[in-house]
């Protein structure tokens, strides 16, 4: 399997597409605004305690108080509450827990009274982010996850992933973290972690614990609600979490953060820094590799399979609702059963992308065309769960039921990806009608006269569709040319084959969208 990452970067952000043998499977978007990412760990306080829902309600800057449930909180929360207290207080001095004597831990069917107090200040790492009217979902069970292991302070326990299945590579690990790892300090190893030597898990656990450190360094002076700590950027996250020796290419077209990204993927795997590569194309990054045109088809409410079948996808509040149609899709009725066998199949594959793509988390039901065989059920069922198996969020498939629905629930930390494919004409805004086409070239210069004369912008660029650009361009003496010796400054045009005809946009030297 081929694996490519293409990462469009903008004045706003970046966005991230991941795609296996050149189909995209999951996209990302990385907003510079976004200050509440999975992984932050802020100085929450206590705004109101829950008894009813044994849970409270936490201050950590964002507009809606964040969720903070007691199963949590951690066994070992009192440990991290003592040692905020001791720290703010100026009497605890170690960057460790080396001397620091660690409480019992919270018994698992306690209440939050018990632990908790209005106005208290607690450490607290952002679980889930907003989502629609909900504020983050919190825990205080803090870890710092690295490349090869996940540090865990208030613990000395080792845990390795199941997914390494030798008893020898097992026990070497486990020896090699035991050797290294200080103490009070419990240690998560990874599965990309198999076969990795001393040094690099040694570099790997050093790291983690310089962010314990500047945690720790950081927390007496932080005021309540606000970023202790914070978790690298989601392009790192994804490199961090994902990178193995399957990825061929990872094409950025921002200069600044191909370096980052090259300096990045040096330090933690030195051998794949050959396929760092930037965009040089003029045409726009996800263009070039035709993400663009596999969002548009993707994210609809209908989404067509290369068979001729097609999934409807229904989002509710409750849940998420994906029926299969076998479409043009037709066989005798001796050959029924097989065919929809074959379509519900495709189907699986298909969905298993979509959760993915769209990030699409809660309860999922899906409705399969009804299969008579209890073999094929059982078939359809395990051909699910290993395309799901790709699947990096948590989840839980149920087998099909008598109806032939199959329900699966997927977590969620973050907001589900959500693309508006069907747009309003930008030529008619939706009456049905346009302005004349030989008024176009009049439309453009009337808001070149605004930008340039009144607003006096410099270095502007016109983005319109193919045709225009090939007619404001044609000639020597072009229209281009006309408007260099009218406006005196050069205004480059460029063409985007998305735009509708007669639609047009203005952009800055800053390629920032000015808005008329």
Excluded at 88 to 105: A, E, P, Q, T
Excluded at 403 to 417: A, D, H, K, S, Y
């Amino acid at each position: 399997m081929i694996k490519e990452l293409i990462i469009d970067s903008s004045p706003n952000g970046a966005t991230i597409a991941l795609l296996q043998d050149k189909q995209l499977v999951e996209l990302h978007k990385e907003q510079i605004s976004n200050n509440y990412t999975v992984g932050d760990i802020y100085l929450g306080r206590i705004k109101k305690l829950m008894p009813g829902l044994n849970a409270a309600f936490v201050d950590v800057g964002y507009e809606k108080d964040a969720f903070l449930h007691y199963l949590d909180l951690g066994p070992q929360v009192q440990s991290l509450l003592k040692l905020t207290k001791q720290v703010r207080g100026g009497s605890y001095k170690s960057k460790l827990l080396d001397s620091l004597k660690l409480d019992d831990d919270i018994s698992k069917g306690g209440k939050i009274s018990e632990v908790l107090v209005k106005n208290q200040l607690v450490p607290v790492q952002i679980a889930k982010e907003p989502i629609s009217t909900k504020g983050p979902r919190l825990s205080s069970d803090l870890s710092i996850a690295g490349r090869y292991v996940v540090l865990v302070p208030f613990s000395d326990v080792i845990s390795i992933s199941k997914k390494i299945k030798s008893n020898t590579e097992r026990t070497r690990l486990r020896k090699i973290v035991e050797s290294i790892k200080p103490k009070n300090f419990g240690v998560i190893i990874r599965t990309v972690s198999e076969g990795k030597g001393v040094s690099e898990m040694q570099k790997d656990l050093l790291d983690l614990i310089s962010k314990w450190e500047a945690f720790v360094t950081r927390l007496p002076t932080v005021e309540p609600g606000k970023k202790v700590l914070g978790e690298i950027g989601r392009t790192s996250t994804i490199l961090r979490d994902i990178l193995n020796p399957d990825f061929q290419n990872i094409y950025l077209n921002d200069p600044s953060l191909f370096e980052e990204v090259k300096s990045y993927i040096r330090d933690i795997s030195p051998d794949l820094e050959s396929i760092v590569k930037l965009h040089k194309h003029k045409e726009p990054i996800f263009e070039h590799y035709g993400i663009d045109k596999q969002i548009k088809g993707a994210f609809g409410k209908t989404v067509n399979l290369a068979g001729g079948a097609y999934l409807v996808i229904e989002h509710t509040e409750a849940l998420h609702v994906i029926d299969v149609n076998s479409g043009n899709r037709t066989a005798s009725k001796e050959n029924q059963e097989e065919n929809a066998f074959q379509v519900n199949k495709e189907a699986a594959k298909e969905i298993a992308r979509q959760l993915r793509l769209r990030d699409m988390g809660g309860i999922v039901v899906i409705d399969f065309i009804d299969m008579h065989k209890p073999t094929n059920r059982k078939e359809l069922f395990d051909y699910l769960r290993a395309e799901m198996a790709h699947d990096r969020a948590k989840h839980t498939i149920l087998p099909p039921s008598k109806f032939g629905l199959v329900q699966i629930t997927r977590q969620r930390v973050r907001p589900e990806m959500n693309i508006v494919t069907s747009e309003v004409c930008p030529a008619c805004h939706g009456t049905g009608t346009i302005r004349p086409t030989v008024l176009l070239i009049d439309d453009i210069e009337n808001n070149f006269n605004y930008i340039l004369l009144e607003q006096n912008e410099r270095g502007i660029t016109l983005c319109v569709h193919p045709y225009i650009e090939a007619y404001i361009k044609k000639g020597l003496f072009n229209i281009q040319r006309k408007w260099y010796f009218k406006y005196h400054q050069w205004i480059k045009v460029k063409s985007n084959p998305a735009y509708q005809i007669t639609e047009f946009h203005f952009f800055s030297s800053k390629d920032e969208e000015i808005k008329l």
